[in-house]
């Protein structure tokens, strides 16, 4: 592995401050998924040590909450800098082990990093309130205090974003983080921790564990100490984990599957309407939960949408991320890619029409090449599971009404996408989607300052935005009683 500072590689867990190798010898590899070559290997940290990262959070909290906001705001804005100054190494570490091309993995790092600078300076308006009294003599108020040890439970497609959008709204708020990485993207999280530490974030204020995620999420939700929760990931985990949280009435954030649909209305042009779509469905190999998944298209510009995408999707090119002009790397493991071929065999068996998407291109075993699907339907795993792959299924529509209808038919509600001009057509859509955040002709809509979240099976809470920090925040009301007379009392 090439990099400029081979310090950013680290092949240990990182707890209090330390680089911790697992005291049972237990350890596992990492592959590089384009080339199937073993990256390194992590080590799987015991009960003990797992245990240990909590009581350095539940140690450093006292210190860390008792700084003033602008003081952890420097610190972040110090990691910030480094991110940014680091930002080539920390995109080929993420290329490496995730499989996404460069450019994604560099824009992944400014995304990343963009979290944990808008966050350094929202720490510094966590404002409380004063509230005009109804007792007399007394002066009412709240103040804003952090919660407590926050767990970060976070997945392999976006391995360094989803881990800053949730530490450093925690971090800026005054908790210090428990960080559980995806076994397959630990690396980005490691080199996060070099990082943290470089910028001068106290010991046991951002800790990396590494183990068996089962084993490892079960002491952490059952820990009284742990606060917080906050899990990016599919639904399936993210219903697990809120249960595991009952018993101690954890606060928990969870940012779960999406399944978007993406409509385009009959007055869009369908090559601009097409051109959007491949570009919403195909980023990061299709892995990502704003990935366009059912697309909707006005049966009045149906043929000519299809023929569009087709030549766009055509002109995608497939292969190793570290190479230049490739648009998509491999999925991330080969378990990916069968289940990318069984909900491909799935629509086909049920009656889809396969446009275009020849495997035998595919450059290696844990590739698939983009498939175009037409005539989906309703009764289809594709319709209803997330494929997380670069398969794009297309079904018609005849109105507005029927569009909603079939847009809201999944248990998920993170992102929905509309193309169209009419300003009628995208007020009344966009006010039926029953989903979290709505696109309308745009396909970026994620950043710092916006509230990233779903409704639904799609999750609790939200992230970035002027809200993301409440996650990590009590709301302590106080009266202040017998204060003799109170003007405005
Ligand atoms: P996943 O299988 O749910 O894994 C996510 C994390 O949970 C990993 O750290 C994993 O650890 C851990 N985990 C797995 N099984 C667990 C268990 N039984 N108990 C506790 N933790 C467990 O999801 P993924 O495949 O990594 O990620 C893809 C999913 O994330 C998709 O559904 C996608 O839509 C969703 N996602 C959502 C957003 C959003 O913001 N809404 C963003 C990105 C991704 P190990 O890796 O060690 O098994």
């Known amino acids: 592995m090439k990099l400029s500072d081979p310090r950013l590689f680290r092949q240990y867990a990182y707890v209090d ?16 998924p384009a080339t199937g070559e073993v990256l390194g290997h992590i080590p799987l940290l015991e009960t003990e040590q797992v245990n240990a990262a909590v009581d350095a959070a539940e140690a450093a909290f006292t210190q860390w909450r008792a700084l003033r906001a602008d003081e952890r705001c420097e610190r972040l804005l110090a990691w910030y800098d480094l991110l940014q100054a680091n930002r080539e190494d920390l995109a080929t570490i993420m290329t490496l082990e995730q499989g996404k091309p460069m450019p994604d993995a560099r ?19 966590t404002f409380g309130e004063t509230i005009p009294s109804h007792i007399p003599n007394a002066a009412l108020g709240t103040i804003k205090e952090p919660v407590g040890i926050a767990a970060l439970i976070t997945p392999w497609n976006f391995p360094l974003a989803m881990i800053t959008r949730k530490a450093a709204a925690a971090m800026a708020a005054g908790c210090p983080v428990i960080v559980k990485p995806a076994h397959e993207t630990p690396f980005s999280a490691l080199a996060l921790a070099e990082l943290a530490e470089r910028a001068g974030i106290p010991a046991g204020v951002f800790n990396v564990v590494l183990g ?28 697990l984990l809120l249960e595991q949280c009952a018993n101690t009435v954890k606060r928990v954030s969870l940012e779960l599957g999406g399944n978007a649909p993406f409509i385009v209305g009959p007055d869009m042009d369908p090559k601009e309407a097409a051109y959007a779509a491949v570009a919403a469905k195909f980023q990061t190999a299709g892995q990502d939960c704003l990935a366009a998944d059912r697309i909707l298209v006005h049966e009045s510009i149906h043929e000519a949408f299809v023929e569009h995408f087709a030549e766009r999707m055509a002109a995608l090119t497939v292969g ?7 648009d998509l ?6 378990q990916a890619v069968e289940k990318a071929a069984a909900v491909v065999d799935d629509a086909i068996s049920k009656g889809a029409t396969l446009v275009a998407g020849d495997q035998s291109q595919a450059p290696g075993e844990n590739f698939f090449m983009p498939v175009l699907l037409t005539g989906v339907t309703h009764d289809m795993k594709i319709w209803h599971e997330e494929s997380f792959a670069p398969v794009a299924g297309i079904t018609a529509y005849a109105d507005d009404d ?22 009628r057509r995208i007020w009344k859509i966009m006010r039926a989607l029953e989903f979290g955040m709505v696109a309308v002709n745009s396909v970026k809509m994620t950043g710092p300052p916006v509230p990233f979240g779903g409704v639904k ?33």
């Open 457 to 489: 099976h799609s999750g609790l809470g939200r992230e970035g935005g002027v809200t993301g920090i409440d996650e990590y925040l009590e709301t302590k009301y106080y009266c202040l009683g017998a204060l003799g007379s109170v003007s405005g009392s």
């Open 17 to 32: 401050g330390k680089w911790t190798h697992g005291e049972g010898g237990r350890e596992e590899p990492v592959f590089n």
């Open 320 to 326: 190793n991320g570290l190479e230049s002009e490739i």
């Open 107 to 125: 824009g992944e790092v400014e995304y990343g990093a963009s979290f944990v600078r808008w966050f350094a300076e929202e720490g510094k308006r």
């Open 212 to 239: 068996e995620a089962a084993e490892v999420s079960k002491l952490l939700c059952y820990d009284d100490r742990v606060k917080a929760l906050s899990f990016t990931g599919s639904t399936r985990v993210g219903r």
């Open 402 to 423: 029927q569009v909603i209808e079939m847009a809201n038919d999944t248990e998920y509600g993170l992102a929905a996408y509309i193309y169209t001009h009419d300003i």
């Open 329 to 334: 790397g491999p999925l991330i493991h080969r």
